[in-house]
């Protein structure tokens, strides 16, 4: 009797620990695949992210020197001695000369190209901004009851009506109160090297310039042939390609 006891409580005992190791296991198999997932998506998306910024700095040449280029990298360094060039000097649009491989090359610099600049290479964030602005308080005639009702006007959105001529309301005192109001601000980045590398693959993305015309700009991924990595032994981080760019259309949006 004790025996069988003995061995009921070592088989209770191994099925507890066999049930706990087949939960750990079905927790891998949901959790695993799906962090998997996440990251081919963040990949695939930053990648994206990397190839639109190229396009825009391709386009952004082709507006000073009237052609593209297929050294993407020289065609950052040279978006970005424009921009430093007119951070130095605010009058420096229209016929100019830079220095790029050894030559001087004449370029157009259109007016307010510096603010395309800073709106296309830069990230969008949510912030707060607080502001100190005066608030009218003033009286207005309700034509429904007759009497004269109490508003509250802003210093500057309500400025339309204050301001207008046929407003028949009194503005009878003026405090200065605080506003905390929720803005969507950007952050500049610089156009560095880091950019011209997949972060998947660690390789360069291929850009060439095609057409008669040398028209045609083409940014590929390096991922053309698909990208396998093993993970976790039983698992698979794979992709079949991150797409690309033709002309400011890319493949993943059609």
Known sequence: MQEQQYYNEKWSFVIKWIAVILIVILLLVIFIPSNIWRQENSMRDRSQWKMEQLWDAERMYHKLTGYYDADIKGVLWFVSAVRDSILADSEYIGDQ????????IKISVPEFWFTEYDTVFSRPYHAKDTNLVGVYTAIELNPESGSWDTVFLGEYKDRYKYNDTLWEGIIIDTTIDTIIEKVIKYKHFNLVDSLLICPLTDEEYNVKVKGK?????????????GYKDRKFLFFTFQDTGHGYIMNGEASWDK
């Open 97 to 104: 000369v830079i220095n790029y491989k050894g030559e001087n």
């Open 213 to 225: 015309e040398s028209d045609t700009v083409i940014i590929h991924s390096p991922i053309r042939g």
